[in-house]
């Protein structure tokens, strides 16, 4: 029989890990899935300064949270999240490879902090679209445009071009691509543009004729990634218990709006916490 955790964390920054940390001392049965552990910026700051107890550079710092992990036993997930969907009284989140459910979801997903491109909002769904594996069948001979956020996406790139005809690639310190009907681009992305379906990538240079967009990326906008969740802009909406629009979905850290610093994102990831342990009380599944 299929397992349905009680509750799945998804996001491996530091409102994650605070968040699949209170869940585990509440004694939750908790799935912690990430793209990577304590999140790509830890390890970027300079120095972390406003942190309490701790002095130090962003090294450091993802070494204290590494230690502190290991010590509580704290275990974490690697998988990128595609989608979110509600099913009955649980939630079915789709990774690449698995799908998990859960009976409560706490989306610590972050924000994108390059923001996002102009018309990208309008064209979800209608060419644009944000996971590789989920919709590159469809543009099966179709050409396509991949704007990357970072070289890590790289496979997936050469992934969409086993399908596209053509795929121009945005992709940042890749100089090379394997398959031939890649075509590097170094242009800098503006503004996505059609009639009833993406046919434009408008960047600086020139412009692409494109039938789909696919922007890969770490952050997804959380209403793209559980549908019908309410947002404002990048940031998901939430009360003052992190709960969101949809009964059991609970958000924290830089998802839910600034400040965008790490003391807030960890008390938001234990309010979540204690917040789901409530919502599986009143549902009776604890
Ligand atoms: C260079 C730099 C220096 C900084 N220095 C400081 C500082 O000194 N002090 C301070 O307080 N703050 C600092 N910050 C801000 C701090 O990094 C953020 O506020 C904090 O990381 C937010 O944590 P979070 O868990 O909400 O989001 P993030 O750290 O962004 O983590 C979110 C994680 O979720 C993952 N994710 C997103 N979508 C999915 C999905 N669908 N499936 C799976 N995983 C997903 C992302 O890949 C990411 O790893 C700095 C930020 C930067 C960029």
């Known amino acids: ?27 939750i049965d908790c799935l912690w899935l990430g793209e990577s552990l304590f999140g790509d910026k830890v390890t970027k700051s300079e120095y972390v300064r406003n942190y309490p107890a701790f002095l130090g550079n962003g090294v450091e710092f993802f070494e204290a949270l590494q230690r502190q992990k290991e010590a509580e036993g704290v275990k974490f997930t690697k998988g990128r999240v595609n989608g979110i969907y509600r099913l009955g009284d649980r939630f079915d989140l789709m990774t690449d490879k698995e799908t998990y459910s859960a009976f409560a979801v706490i989306l610590c997903t972050g924000v994108d902090l390059k923001g996002t491109l102009g018309g990208e909002r309008e064209w979800t769904g209608k060419g644009v679209s944000y996971c590789a594996v989920c919709d590159g ?20 790139i050469e992934f969409l071009a086993g399908f596209a005809e053509k795929v121009y690639a945005f992709c940042p310190s890749v100089t090379a691509f394997e398959h031939k009907n890649i075509e590097l681009c170094c242009d800098q992305p503006r503004s996505i543009e059609g009639n009833s379906h993406v046919s434009r990538l408008v960047c600086d240079e020139k412009t692409y004729d494109v039938d789909g967009v696919f922007l890969l990326r770490n952050a997804v906008p959380p209403d793209v990634l559980v549908g019908g ?8 909406l939430v009360g003052r218990d992190l709960s969101t629009n949809i009964g059991g979905l609970f958000a924290a850290g830089d998802v839910t709006g600034l400040p965008y610093q790490y003391a807030k994102a960890a008390g938001e990831g234990l309010v979540a916490a204690h917040s789901a342990k409530k919502y599986l009380k009143e549902i009776a599944k604890i």
Not at 15 to 23: N, P, T
């Open 1 to 27: 029989m299929e397992h349905i955790y009680h509750a799945a964390v998804v996001g491996g920054g530091i409102a994650g890990y605070s968040a699949a940390l209170s869940l585990k001392s509440l004694n």
């Open 137 to 156: 069948a469809i543009y099966r001979g179709k050409r396509i445009a991949a704007v990357a956020a970072s070289p890590a996406f790289a496979e997936e």
């Open 229 to 236: 969740a309410k947002t404002d802009g990048a940031h998901i």
